[in-house]
């Protein structure tokens, strides 16, 4: 692994990868502080990507970067990061973004949905469910790893950012936004938006609203987002990713969290497909154990300490 690693990784090469595992600096750090723990956990491991792109950054800070969506599976066999094992197959989904120099990698952002391993251990952490818990599936048109058609990701990135910027105000009673849903909306009615454990996927935008928007709005209505690092597109896919990207106020319950009043800020990564000038998918990964830790809410303990008693819908309570 270490010898692979070499051949890959810029030695001062920083890792920066969801909660609890953090910063990791340095191929030796990143080897046997990622990749290692993945091999022990998920027995046979393997990963199989879904989305897998590519391009130049089109923020100020420039780069080339690389940017997936994937499973890491195994025989979830030994604990992963503090979570117990199921002694099945476990799908680890995992949004990553890479910044290569001279074909090296120098930089990583990588967030790792833990709260969903727990889920398909028996441990779910999260009292509330919004959406349909699933498996990421790939992209309806099988073309998200390396696509061919290459010259529409320009245009398939300026329709997400366009997008985005419409995104930010809302109608504090329908939850909607200028132009985003209907027959000339940058999203097709036919939509699908796949979230991280605990809210899982939703179809059409009257599913996303009801089983993600309008509960996270709810409890942080003050929310900015966009303080993104990359900003990719290639051929019908985009990505963008914030670390943080999202600052916000928690004034209201959040699956099965009270207000704390805090001000807290979310990692998040975004992965869209487009065709036809609209939005077709959404894959989004958010780092909830880094979410839930800011409000005293320690989701890898809960997993540890998940028991077989009817847990669905009970609150939260903070140490």
């Known amino acids: 692994m270490q010898s692979l690693a070499r051949r890959s990784l810029h030695p001062q090469a920083v890792f920066d990868i969801a909660c ?10 990143v080897t046997e502080g990622f990749y290692e723990p993945l091999r022990r956990a998920l027995r046979h ?12 950054n089109r923020l100020p800070t420039g780069g080339q970067w690389i940017a997936a969506v994937t499973h890491y599976v195994g025989n979830f066999e030994s604990p992963l ?12 989904r995992s949004g990553e973004f890479y910044r290569l120099e001279n ?24 009292p509330a469910v919004l959406g349909t818990q699933m498996l990421f599936p790939g992209p309806a048109s099988h073309d998200g790893v390396l696509p061919r058609q290459r010259r529409d990701g320009a245009s398939s990135l300026s329709l997400v ?16 936004s200028k132009g985003q849903p209907g027959p000339t909306g940058y999203w097709h009615e ?33 929310r900015k987002g966009g303080n993104h690092f990359c900003h990719i597109g290639d051929g019908s896919y985009a ?6 990207s999202m600052a916000m106020t928690h004034t209201g319950e959040y699956l099965g969290v009270p207000a704390t009043g ?19 998918e959404n894959w989004v990964f958010l780092d909830l154990v880094d979410l839930f830790g800011q409000m005293d809410i320690d989701l890898i303990q809960r997993a540890k300490d998940y028991s077989d008693k009817p847990q669905t819908g009970q609150a939260f309570s903070r140490g």
């Open 20 to 29: 609890p595992v953090d910063r990791l600096a340095g191929v030796e750090a």
């Open 45 to 56: 491991l393997h990963r199989r990507d879904e989305i897998f792109i590519g391009g130049r």
């Open 81 to 92: 990061f503090g979570i117990p094992p199921s002694g099945h197959v476990g799908f680890l």
């Open 103 to 126: 074909c090296l990698i120098v930089e990583a952002k990588i967030i790792i949905d833990l709260p969903d391993l727990a889920r398909q251990a028996g441990r779910p952490v999260l």
């Open 161 to 176: 950012e366009t997008m985005l910027g419409e995104l930010h105000a809302f109608d504090p009673q329908t939850f909607g």
């Open 190 to 222: 036919d939509m699908l938006w796949h979230g991280p454990g605990g809210i899982g996927t939703s179809y059409r935008w009257e599913g996303f609203i009801k089983d993600h928007r309008e509960p996270f709005l709810r409890a942080f209505p003050d």
């Open 239 to 244: 990505a963008v990713s914030g670390w943080p």
């Open 262 to 280: 805090r001000r807290l800020t979310l990692r998040v990564m975004d992965f869209y497909r487009c065709a036809g000038g609209r939005i077709m």
